[in-house]
Nanobody, 124 residues
Framework: QVQLVESGGGLVQAGGSHRLSCAASGRTFSSSVMGWFRQAPGKEREFVAAISRSGANTYYADSVKGRFTISRDNAKNTVYLQMNSLKPEDTAVYYC?????????????????WGQGTQVTVSS
């Protein structure tokens, strides 16, 4: 069992930077692939980034590649999403997700545990 709590959401100006954190409880964090997803009003939840269990491999949606960076600290049971050069279209509720075992996937249906989400609003 993994419980996830996101933090760091807020209002940021276009072009700015912001960092989200996701704290995990439970003993399976280091064995879980971690992902970030987002959902804008009226749209489906979409993949943003994922990171392998060791942190050695990262994966990004094309829309955020080069601007966002996912990282993890297994000693702190925390995964991060550093967001740079933010755009108004990045406005969404951002969710942290964990996939126990397995390998990276961008499909939200493959993730077992989800946080409650944190709102990020980018103003133009």
């Amino acid at each position: 069992q993994v419980q996830l709590v996101e933090s760091g959401g807020g209002l940021v100006q276009a072009g700015g930077s912001h960092r989200l954190s996701c704290a995990a409880s439970g003993r399976t964090f280091s064995s879980s692939v971690m992902g970030w997803f987002r959902q804008a009003p009226g749209k489906e939840r979409e993949f943003v980034a994922a990171i392998s269990r060791s942190g050695a491999n990262t994966y990004y949606a094309d829309s955020v590649k080069g601007r966002f960076t996912i990282s993890r600290d297994n000693a702190k049971n925390t995964v991060y999403l550093q967001m740079n050069s933010l755009k108004p279209e990045d406005t969404a509720v951002y969710y942290c997700a964990a996939r126990s075992g397995g390998i990276y996937t961008s499909s939200p249906n493959s993730y077992n545990y989800w946080g409650q989400g944190t709102q990020v609003t980018v103003s133009s």
